[in-house]
């Protein structure tokens, strides 16, 4: 059976250099960074040198990257000490969040009687930022603005600069889960003037289990795990040396090859736009994916019509084929639950209608995208 694997937005094929750099790694840098002996020092260096190397590619301090086991982590590190360290008492955010941040502020609301705001969405994805910027401007209340720059499920691309410069002017904080981001896009934080960010290395061709956090300087919080004194005290517990070293490989790589990579990737998500159209004409896509500028290059939300009978079906049968890919978001798919962020955007009429998420890389391919298409044009028509 021919294997297609289209969920690059879940997580992402390890390139065969960041395999070798963690076997390398786990063969020769075995020893505790906490240890003082040549061992520790050489494992310190290694892990000190990611560090910097990935702060390089946000234009930050090196002291201002806490690694942590990923985006899930360092979304929870960053909201609760923002509540618990820095005086916030509410959260202005969206619902089409990742949950690694609205069941944060669900459980925060509850722990610490926190008010919980959520900007207007269109049914792009996209958010009002005139509503946001009333949200912001018509309260005294000590503030944390979450969120994500480019959304899981429907690739939808938030105004970085915009909802930073907008929560500055009005003295909020201001973090974004730039998951679907780090790897993917140029970003300098010296320019966009964010106080906080996550990001996963299995987003981005690295391991899953390494990830880190981006808090600025100015920001004083403390940790939520506690115990010896890695990372600077914000994270107690013995990194995972070779999986950082493995994912500031990733990074390297990603940002060295980002504008070839993402021209290819690009092009591969418009054949699959083209053809699918020619196809199955009555396709609709979710989100904003006509527009370069609005929706990311790597994700293809398509709403397929397929009556409520079959549709059912085609999850198990696009599996049954070797197809790979999400009904909404891979933390959904496993789910009798519906999608959180298309039951925010999507008409009741084309919720009734199953939704796919097809996530793109730098190894897919365009004969894939032909393979695909004939199976669900297949699996309509009969």
Do not use: W
């Amino acid at each position: 059976m021919r294997k297609v694997y289209f969920d690059n937005a879940a997580t992402t094929q390890l390139r065969d250099e960041v395999i070798h750099c963690i076997a390398e790694t786990l063969k020769n840098e075995y020893g505790n960074p906490s240890s003082t002996h040549s061992y520790g020092r050489s494992s310190k260096s290694l892990l000190e040198n990611a560090r910097k190397e990935i702060a390089g590619y946000l234009n930050v301090s090196a002291s201002e990257i806490i690694f942590t086991s990923g985006g899930t982590e360092a979304d929870n590190l960053i909201i609760n000490s923002c509540i618990r360290d820095l005086g916030v008492t509410r959260i202005v955010s969206s619902k089409i969040e990742h949950h690694a941040v609205l069941h944060t502020i669900e459980e925060l609301e509850k722990m610490h009687n926190i008010k919980a705001d959520y900007v207007d969405i269109d049914v792009s994805g996209q958010i009002d930022y005139e509503h946001l910027e009333r949200l912001l401007s018509n309260s005294s209340e000590k503030t944390l603005v979450t969120l994500m720059h480019v959304n899981n499920e429907v690739g939808t691309i938030l105004d970085l600069k915009r909802v930073a410069e907008l929560c500055k002017a009005n003295d909020a904080l201001f973090h974004s889960d730039t998951v679907q981001s780090v790897g993917h896009y140029d970003l300098d934080f010296s320019e966009i003037p964010i106080d906080f960010a996550a990001a996963a290395a299995h987003k981005f061709h690295g391991p899953k289990g390494a990830g880190f956090a981006f808090i600025r300087k100015t920001n004083k919080v403390q940790p939520l795990i506690f115990g010896g004194t890695q990372e600077r005290g914000m994270r107690a517990g013995t990194e995972a040396v070779h999986t950082i070293a493995g994912m500031a490989e990733a990074l390297k790589i990603s940002y060295q090859n980002l504008d070839e990579e993402k021209a290819y990737i690009t092009d591969l998500k418009g054949y699959f736009k083209e053809e699918i159209l020619k196809a199955i004409p009555q396709t609709k896509f979710n989100g904003c994916c006509n527009d370069d500028l609005k929706s990311t290059y790597t994700v293809l939300s398509v709403c397929l019509p397929i009556p409520p009978e079959k549709a059912p079906l085609l999850l198990f049968q696009l599996d049954l084929n070797g197809i790979a890919c999400s009904k909404g978001s891979a933390c959904q798919s496993g789910s009798s639950m519906g999608s959180h962020v298309l039951s925010a955007i999507l008409s009741e009429e084309d919720l009734q209608k199953p939704s796919i998420r097809f996530s793109f890389s730098i190894f897919n391919r365009k004969d894939e995208v032909d393979y695909v298409i004939a199976f669900l044009k297949d699996f309509i028509e009969n």
